[in-house]
């Protein structure tokens, strides 16, 4: 049965141990198929503040998604800017930089509320482009991406050494 939740702004403080949590609940989510994350005790308040900074600097705003006056997830959205071979009309795009649900809530539509609020942002701000980023091993999430009209743009290649 699908629960009732909200959409809001991030209210620091109080939101900073349910975001840390998140962070870290995503890593360890991403560890399962990527073993390069980190789970060390300090990586969710670590990437918190670099993630704050970067909400700051990139004019970005972080959504919390709320069930019974508890955060259940989070999304941060912020503007980046392409290179310039880039065409003009598109270089400057909203990014949804982090997105995490509670594995609880997952299947009720928080995340896809999610999605919204930052698509719905960057329309406010007049973008014409989002992005998200998903790692390839990561299936259910860009399975939701792609329900969502989400579509492959560039995929970058690694190699150890």
């Known amino acids: 049965m699908s629960e009732s939740f909200t ?17 870290d609940g995503l890593q360890k989510y991403e560890r399962a198929f990527e073993p390069d994350r980190r789970v060390d005790a300090t ?12 909400v700051a600097e990139e004019q970005g705003r972080v959504f919390v998604a709320e069930a019974d006056g508890a955060p259940i ?18 270089r400057t795009y909203g990014q949804i930089a982090e997105l995490f649900v509670v594995e609880e809530k997952r299947g ?14 960057a329309k406010s701000r007049v973008l014409k482009l989002i992005m998200i980023g998903v790692l390839p091993a990561n299936k259910r999430s860009a399975a939701i991406y792609a329900q969502a009209g989400y579509s492959p743009y560039a ?4 190699k150890y050494l």
């Open 108 to 121: 009720q539509r928080v995340g896809q509320a999610l999605i919204e609020a930052c698509e719905a942002e």
């Open 73 to 90: 997830g989070w999304a941060v959205f912020v503007i980046e800017q392409n290179s310039l071979y880039i065409i003009e009309s598109e």
């Open 43 to 54: 990586v969710g308040k670590d990437y918190f503040a670099a993630l704050m900074k970067r």
């Open 155 to 158: 995929m970058q290649l690694r």
């Open 7 to 23: 959409i809001r702004d991030l209210r620091l403080p109080d939101d900073k141990p349910a975001c840390v949590s998140f962070i």
